[in-house]
Nanobody, 123 residues
């Protein structure tokens, strides 16, 4: 089994900063990409940022220049540094890990999700 645990959410005023962390553990052979998604009330879950094992990053246009994703491959951990936060960044943030792990009596790549962490930005 693979466990994904996020931390670092909270309440912050507009213009402030937060840093999210996500650690993957369990029977992991290889982690391909890691990323952060968010879902605001009444909206669909959307990609915020992702990073490959080689360090290639991808950002949603709405967070470019404000958020930075990074990862520590040795610790199977991904971070999201969020600066200049806006009220529209308010959402539940989910960590996603695309990993090779035992499943259905074989090794296969699957997407694993954390439980989510609330980020609230007040105006």
């Amino acid at each position: 089994q693979v466990q994904v645990v996020e931390s670092g959410g909270g309440l912050v005023q507009a213009g402030g900063s937060l840093r999210l962390s996500c650690a993957a553990s369990g029977s992991i052979f290889v982690i391909n990409s890691m990323g952060w998604y968010r879902q605001a009330p009444g909206k669909e879950r959307e990609l915020v940022a992702s990073i490959t094992s080689a360090g290639t990053t991808n950002y949603a246009d709405s967070v470019k220049g404000r958020f930075t994703i990074s990862r520590d491959n040795a610790k199977n951990t991904v971070y999201l540094q969020m600066n200049s936060l806006k009220p529209e960044d308010t959402a539940v943030y989910y960590c996603n890990v695309h990993a090779l792990a035992p499943a259905n009596q074989r090794l296969q790549f699957d997407n694993y999700w954390g439980q989510g962490t609330q980020v609230t930005v007040s105006s």
